[in-house]
C-alpha cells in the first residue's frame, strides 16, 4: 500500500493543473480501499460558472461516476486544503472512510480551524481524518497564487 504523502503528491498535482487553469490551487484524490485513485479533481468554479466545483466534490463526483455509486465506502479522499462546509457535508454523505488533507484553511475549514464537524455525535457515519499531511508544500502553493493576484 503507498503512503498518504503518495496520494497527497497526486492531489497536489490536481492544484497544479487547477493553478494552470486560474482557480485557486486546491486539488483532490479519492483512492479505493485497494489504493487505486478513482477519482480526481481541482478547483473550478470560476471556469464552470459552478460555486460547487470544489476540488473535493468534483473529486467525489468522478469516483461516483467510475463506480456508478455515490456512496463510497471503504474510500479515502485527499485534498490538499482543509474542507469547507460544503465539501464536508458531501464527504460524510459519500460515506467515506477516510480524509487526508494538507493545509488548515482558518477562514472557512470545517475539520479544525472553525468547527469539526467530523466529530459530531450526530451523524450516522463518521470519517476518520488526518490533517497536516504535506501541508507546507500546499500552503506554498495557495501563497504564491494569491500574492501574484494582489500584484495585478
Same mark, same amino acid.
Given at each position: 500500500? %503507498?503512503? =498518504?504523502?503518495?496520494?497527497?503528491? #497526486?492531489?497536489?498535482?490536481?492544484?497544479? +493543473?487547477?493553478?494552470?487553469?486560474?482557480?485557486?490551487?486546491?486539488?483532490?484524490?479519492?483512492? =479505493?480501499?485497494?489504493?487505486?485513485?478513482?477519482?480526481?479533481?481541482?478547483?473550478?468554479?470560476?471556469?464552470?460558472?459552478?460555486?460547487?466545483?470544489?476540488?473535493?466534490?468534483?473529486?467525489? #463526483? =468522478?469516483?461516483?461516476? #467510475?463506480?456508478?455509486? /455515490? %456512496?463510497?465506502?471503504?474510500?479515502?479522499? /485527499?485534498?490538499? +486544503?482543509?474542507?469547507?462546509?460544503?465539501?464536508?457535508?458531501? !464527504? !460524510?454523505?459519500? #460515506?467515506?472512510?477516510? +480524509?487526508? /488533507?494538507?493545509?488548515?484553511?482558518?477562514?472557512?475549514?470545517?475539520?479544525?480551524?472553525?468547527?469539526? +464537524?467530523?466529530?459530531?455525535?450526530? /451523524?450516522?457515519?463518521?470519517?476518520?481524518?488526518?490533517?497536516?499531511?504535506?501541508?507546507? *508544500?500546499?500552503? *506554498?502553493?495557495?501563497?504564491?497564487?494569491?500574492?501574484?493576484? %494582489?500584484?495585478?
Amino acid at each position: 500500500m %503507498r503512503s =498518504d504523502e503518495f496520494y497527497m503528491h #497526486r492531489a497536489l498535482d490536481q492544484a497544479r +493543473l487547477g493553478l494552470a487553469a486560474g482557480e485557486v490551487p486546491v486539488g483532490a484524490v479519492v483512492v =479505493d480501499a485497494a489504493g487505486e485513485i478513482i477519482g480526481a479533481g481541482y478547483n473550478a468554479p470560476v471556469a464552470g460558472h459552478d460555486p460547487s466545483a470544489h476540488a473535493e466534490i468534483r473529486a467525489l #463526483r =468522478d469516483a461516483g461516476a #467510475r463506480l456508478g455509486n /455515490y %456512496r463510497l465506502d471503504g474510500c479515502t479522499l /485527499y485534498v490538499t +486544503l482543509e474542507p469547507c462546509l460544503m465539501c464536508t457535508g458531501a !464527504i !460524510i454523505h459519500a #460515506r467515506l472512510a477516510r +480524509l487526508v /488533507y494538507g493545509a488548515a484553511e482558518p477562514r472557512s475549514g470545517m475539520v479544525e480551524s472553525k468547527a469539526n +464537524l467530523f466529530a459530531q455525535p450526530w /451523524y450516522n457515519h463518521h470519517v476518520a481524518v488526518q490533517g497536516g499531511i504535506l501541508a507546507s *508544500r500546499a500552503s *506554498r502553493l495557495l501563497r504564491e497564487f494569491f500574492a501574484s493576484r %494582489r500584484q495585478v
